[in-house]
């Protein structure tokens, strides 16, 4: 990077202005920050009662992140905050993403929990045995009952004000829903699945819908609307866990053919592999988010805008 440094003349040491110094002292900070800044996936170890954090290239950081947890499923990142679904216990989590307990019990009493989505303030949370959707400020208190008499609501996900919910068994076979997060019906039956279908991880990207079906072991994609675009985007899977986009990364968790093999795989949102077995060697593997890495250049970008508005400020009071 270039930059005009105005400086003063001392003898022969050449000292930078107030300005300028200020510059290089951003600069050096801003690259320390790219240099230690680096990105996480977490993912949910029921096997282990644990959380485990990795390195984005897949190698391990901590197995042992987040322990003392009772069948940990579904994860959720919004911010630095990190949710966590007990089904065991039928409570919800939160930590950080340094690792800090901020509550360990922040929902409490729920059967079965599952899937669970974010909307500004509020969580929703698919109360799988109860048979509905929860909804709950992200400090934890009680809203109410936002849908029920699903017949094993699993999975959701939110986008803008649309749910989708995934529901095990609706009678026919199983469904995704599309509601409200206030509680509307826009399609109970936006997707419709034959006997024996499992779709029970959702993930929702732009204007298209990613399903996890555990039987055949699918990742499948569809339209917002419940259009089929490609049934089977990603195939070959097995024990199906959790499904996360990230930008155009779509990342897989799955089980398996036997116990101790369980992976997180990395592909494209347009079906491509990038690395099947990205994570490996795992007992269990269920829900898994990520933590992008930030950008270098962003960072630089944002602070060279600070270092032009303070020379500007600093050439007008000059002038």
Do not use: C
Not at 149 to 171: F, H, K, Q, R
Not at 232 to 249: E, M, Y
């Amino acid at each position: 990077m270039l930059f005009h440094m105005n400086t003063r003349s001392f003898g022969s040491i050449i000292v930078p202005s107030v300005g300028a110094r200020a510059a290089l002292l951003l600069i050096s900070a801003l690259l320390g920050a790219s240099a230690t800044a680096h990105g996480q996936i977490f993912v949910a170890n029921p096997g282990l009662d644990t959380i485990s954090e990795f390195n984005l290239d897949g190698s391990v950081i901590d197995e042992n992140f987040i322990t003392g947890l009772n069948g940990p499923e579904s994860l959720l990142l919004s911010g630095s905050d990190l949710f966590v679904v007990n089904n065991g216990s039928g409570t919800i989590g939160e930590y950080t993403t340094s690792g800090l307990t901020v509550n360990a019990s922040l929902v409490t009493g729920l059967t079965q929990p599952r899937g669970l989505a974010i909307s500004g303030s509020d969580l929703f949370v698919a109360n799988t045995g109860a048979g509905t959707v929860e909804e709950y400020t992200t400090a934890g208190s009680s809203v109410g009952t936002l849908l029920s008499g699903l017949n094993g609501p699993y999975g959701l996900a939110v986008s803008g004000t649309d749910m989708y919910v995934s529901i095990e068994n609706s009678g026919t076979g199983p469904q995704i829903g599309l509601y409200t997060t206030s509680g509307g019906t826009t399609n109970a039956t936006l997707v419709t699945f034959s006997n024996g279908a499992q779709p029970y991880y959702l993930a929702v990207s732009g204007s298209n819908l990613f399903v996890g079906d555990n039987t055949p072991g699918t990742i499948s994609e569809y339209t917002t609307g419940g259009t089929v675009e490609n049934a089977t985007l990603v195939t070959g899977l097995h024990g199906l866990g959790g499904v996360s986009v990230v930008g155009s990364d779509l990342y897989v968790s799955a089980q398996g053919t036997s116990i101790g093999v369980a992976t997180v795989g990395l592909y494209t949102t347009t079906g491509g592999i990038i690395d099947a077995s990205l994570i490996s060697g795992q007992s269990a593997t269920y829900g898994v988010v990520v933590v992008p890495e930030p950008s270098t250049y962003a960072m630089l970008a944002g602070g060279s805008a600070l270092m032009v508005a303070g020379w500007r400020r600093r050439g007008r009071k000059i002038a």
